[in-house]
């Protein structure tokens, strides 16, 4: 089988290249109003009980060992486990609070623990916290149950407690395979320790594995890079993320400790990626949506080629459209048409539980506009296409005029062969899912508010090229 590549001409790397948000929601939590306090969390908390349909869950473990470098998430670098313990004790109450509400009602189709590195819990702890979770909420019989690992913090008897406990899904950090790469990231990981967790967790059950692989780390180039995807491939995971390195020093300080003249140039980040692309197409790998590839057969691949897919705060995700709840710090969910995110640091998530049971320190209640913007957003992130009529009807809008500068603005995106622009759809084009976010923008009304302010994009969120 030979593979697609999508070969970008250097001039559209050019003029593409902008600052621009990865949707994993819409609006982005740095636009979000703040209407929506605790109390008023409880409250849909409360309503979202009475309504049908399972509901996701999401745990937050933020510690980490050691930093790596490139880091981007929210994460408590420490060595002391003696930390988890009263981190367990305040999950322990938030849940219980969660589900006092009434929320427990419902069914949870997909629990996920992320982090940080959730393996930094000993098995007894990681036990303590399932169990302290299914005793209040009950799990759907085909339910996701995933988590996030660093394979060099993860031994393999954590490995049978998770597939005893009925973990089905893992997700591995990777990032590169080259031992300079690694030197530079602070993240010296060898090929024996990924095999090993891959290998214990095909041995205990879990259905499917995920390696995370980032492009656009110091000392990467196409030759270096070819080995990670040869061994990555060699490993068979069902599902690759290739991230595009996120570099935001405003936000993560620590990452201007990587050289900047070590990283490679946009030019040389493409090639990678679609050295990439065109390697795990060859292997039977769906692309899916910006960085994603799914082993065929795998729910993701089934779900893009049915045009079901969604994306949400975790990810791209087959269970569309159920409410997420967030536990622990700076997790982020969504009920009944609210963003939620909860308290920062340990001490003011563990003190909110204390008082109130619950920690959403900020969230968002989303509007019309923002629905019928999301809708669009989604549709292209996920399945690279946005039916105008089913959108249309939904909404209730017409399309056509309610869209007409965005439509305009795509014009010369069709132009340059990354869209086509039908009567009853917009069709995201292979080469132009290199560009998805490009294509979202001219949708996303925040970012164009802020732009014509004049506030800019440029300290905001991380380059697309
Ligand atoms: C939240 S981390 C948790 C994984 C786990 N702690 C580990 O180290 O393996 C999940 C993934 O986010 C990705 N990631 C983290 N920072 C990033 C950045 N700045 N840009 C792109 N991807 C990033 C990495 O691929 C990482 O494996």
Partial sequence: MSGFRPEVPKDLLVRYGTSAPRYTSYPTAIDWRHDLDPHGYSARLASAAAADGPVSAYVHIPFCEQLCLYCGCNVVITRDHGKSAPYLDTLDAEIAAVAATGIARRPVSQFHWGGGTPTFLSSDEMKRLFH????????????????????RFTTLEQVRTLGALGFNRMSMGVQDFDPKVQKAVNRVQSIEQTRAILDACRANGFKSVNIDLIYGLPHQHREQFRRTLDLTLDMAPDRVALF???HVPWIRKHQEVMPDDAFPSSDEKSAIFADAVEAFTARGYRWIGLDHFAAPGDELAVARDAGTLDRNFMGYTTRRGTDLLPFGITSIGEIGGAFVQNAHTVDAWASAVASRGTACERGHVLDADDRLRRDVILALMCNGRVDIPIVASRHGVDFPERFARELAELRPMADDGLVLLEDDAIVVTPLGQV???????????????????GEGTARTFSRTT
């Fill in 132 to 151: 302290a979770f299914t005793s209040r909420f009950t799990l759907t019989e085909d339910a996701e149950v995933a988590i996030e690992v660093d394979p």
């Fill in 435 to 453: 560009f998805l976010r490009n294509i979202a923008l001219p949708f996303d009304a925040y970012t164009r508010r802020r732009r014509e302010t």
């Fill in 244 to 246: 595009h390195y996120a």
